[in-house]
Structure formats: C-alpha cells, structure tokens
C-alpha cells in the first residue's frame, strides 16, 4: 500500500497510464478534490496458468479466497439488486450483475490540486486521445417513456411511493481511448466517485457518481452510505 500526500490529478493518471502500459491492467477509482476522499489504483494480482500470466477475478474463481490478496474492488449492478429482490428485470445487461478483482499492490492518492485538463492537453500533444461516439440511442421508445411516467406519478398521488429513480439506458458505438474518454468526462463533472476498469472479456467500463455505497476502512469499519 503506498500512499502519495499533496498529489495532484495528473499524478494520479500519470501512474495509472504508466501501469497500463505495462500490461498491468490497473482498475482506477478517482474522487475529486471536494469530496474529501482519495484517488485509489489498484493493481490485480497475477498467477501464472498453464503457463500464462492471468489476472485472478473473484467473482469468476470463487475458490480464491480474501485473504490470499491484499485487497479487492469490484461492483454490484442494480440489475444484480433486482435479482436478489427476485424482480426480473426487462433488460438485457451488457455488464456481468457482480464483478470483483483482488489486487496485489494499491496507490493511494490524496490529491489536493486538479490539474486533469492541463495535463490532457499536455497528452495529446505527444500521444493520440481523439474520441469519437456514434449516434445515440434509448432502450425505450418515447411512448413507452411517458407510459412510464404516467404511472410513476399515479402512484406518488395514491401514496404508494414517495421517490422513484426512473432511468433508461442510452447506447452509442464508441471508438478511441477509454482514459481519454474517461479523463474527458472527469474534468467536465469531477464526481465523488469515478471507476474506470477493464471487466474480463469486455471493453472498458467507467463510472461517474456521488458516492460509495459501502465502505471498509483500514480498522475494520463498515460504512455503508445510503443514496
């Protein structure tokens, strides 16, 4: 575990970007400087399997036990929070329901200057960050959608609910760097909590939100923090 005191931003995608290219396949959690939180790599712990170096999943392996790593991160989808509410859900997920990786080794960053947008335009000058997104498109149609909220408001009015998180899922083709796309989105809406990983046998996948759910700190504490 090494941590990094009055860091800033590009130190942290620096690192990230210098473990990628090793073929480190790191899993980056970034928080902005206002939440208060610090900026997390982790790097996956490697075996070696039938003479080939591969990167342990716990949720793939569930014979890999905790405590044969030093850490772990990972994700819960809300389909996964359907399936265990036993409500099926209408859509099809692109992204496993529940994903997890042990990590070797963690970076831990406490970032106090945001210098993201300074240090991109440094990147691009030395390397390729052009992103392209093709047309997007909703999961619903525009009908369905006030279907939807119809209902939705039917119910607030008989009492049946007092807040419903209504959301639709929007696709585009995507084409370009990831951590372009991902440093991109961080400097137009630093969030509380950002992912950017690479799921077994997928493309990457990022995040952008307010807070953790659920928290373990070093002494053993568990926070959970309600949306």
């Not at 905790?66 to 399936?83: I, N, S």
């Not at 990590?103 to 335009?121: H, L, N, P, Q």
């Amino acid at each position: 575990f090494t941590t990094k005191k009055s860091a800033k931003r590009s130190d942290v995608w620096r690192k990230f970007l210098e473990l990628r290219a090793a073929g480190k396949e790191p899993v980056l959690l970034d928080t902005a400087v206002l939440a208060g939180e610090r900026s997390l790599i982790f790097v996956p712990d490697k075996r070696q399997e039938n003479g080939q170096e591969k990167v342990r999943d716990s949720w793939v392996n569930p014979r890999i036990q905790p405590e044969e790593a030093r850490a772990w991160v990972g994700f819960h989808t809300y389909d996964q929070g359907l399936e265990w509410m036993g409500i099926e859900s209408r859509q099809t997920p692109r992204l496993p329901k529940s994903w997890g990786r042990f990590c070797s080794k963690v970076y831990e960053f406490e970032v106090a200057t945001e210098d993201g947008a300074e240090f991109m335009a440094e990147l691009e000058s030395s390397a390729r960050t052009d992103i392209a997104i093709g047309e997007v498109t909703s999961g619903i149609t525009k009908q369905e959608y006030l279907e939807a909220l119809a209902s939705i408001k039917k119910a607030l009015r008989n009492g049946e609910t007092y807040q419903v998180n209504f959301a639709q899922e929007l696709r585009a083709d995507f084409s370009g760097d990831p951590f372009a796309f991902y440093a991109a989105m961080f400097n137009a809406n630093p969030s509380a909590m950002c992912f950017l990983l690479k799921v077994a046998g997928m493309a990457k996948a990022m995040v952008a939100n307010h807070g953790r759910f659920v928290v373990i700190r070093r002494s053993g504490f568990f926070h959970c923090e309600m949306v």
